[in-house]
């Protein structure tokens, strides 16, 4: 198996996980407010909370309102979209994540795979049809099938990331568990360490 293929899947899983702690260090945040306030209630005292900045409050509402209703946005097209509408501002990656994840909290918009070749997660509105959630099997049957030509498992894997698939694991696991899915499919035919698909004509 190619180094680069497993340097390229180690990089997409860092990218995935460094995501998803600011997602978490976002929700942590709220966690232990809801926390406090809790307990300040428990106890018979006034909660007392902090207000939100002015700032604060608007970056939520611009964002919310700039969430497109005819495609999926990542996190990159957010960022864009907030400095196109109000240029004096310049957020960084991490409070627009953050911002996101309270919007999808609150059922504003929804977190998605985004289908782009370059893009993994992405949102949008509640109503916008993002497409059915598609099962590692056909994730890899599709791959297959648009290319018609023998990958290894490594290949496949490398290709559905940059078709919008998120990594669930480390590398290594996330291959391993795609090669059992690969044998699952009815028409996948193994050669050695490649696959294609067996087209009956």
């Known amino acids: 198996m190619s180094k680069e293929l497993f340097s390229d899947l180690r990089k997409l899983a860092e990218e995935t996980r460094n995501r998803k702690l600011d997602e978490i260090r976002a929700e942590y945040s709220e966690t232990i407010a ?44 957010v960022q864009g979209l907030i400095k196109s509408a109000d240029p004096d501002r310049s957020p960084n990656i991490q409070t627009i994540r953050a911002t996101l994840h309270r919007l999808v909290k609150e059922g504003t918009i929804k977190k998605v795979s985004h289908p782009q070749a370059d893009k993994k997660v992405g949102y949008c509105l509640p109503d916008f049809d993002a497409g059915e959630h598609r099962s590692l099997a056909d994730w890899a049957r599709q791959v297959l099938s648009d290319t018609g030509e023998p990958l290894t498992a490594v290949d496949i894997m490398v290709r559905m990331t940059e078709a919008g698939y998120e990594l669930p694991c480390e590398p290594r696991a996330a291959v391993e ?14 050669h050695g360490e490649t696959w294609r698909m067996y087209d009956i004509k």
């Not at 604060?56 to 097209?77: C, G, M, Q, S, Y």
């Not at 568990?177 to 193994?190: D, F, K």
């Open 34 to 77: 809801e926390i406090a306030a809790m307990e300040q209630r428990l106890i018979g005292k006034p909660v007392a909370t902090r207000p939100k900045s002015k700032r604060e409050e608007k970056l939520v509402d611009l964002v919310a309102a700039l969430i497109p209703n005819d495609r999926i946005v990542t996190v990159d097209d």
């Open 177 to 190: 568990h795609l090669e059992r899915a690969l044998r699952q499919i009815p028409m996948a035919v193994e």
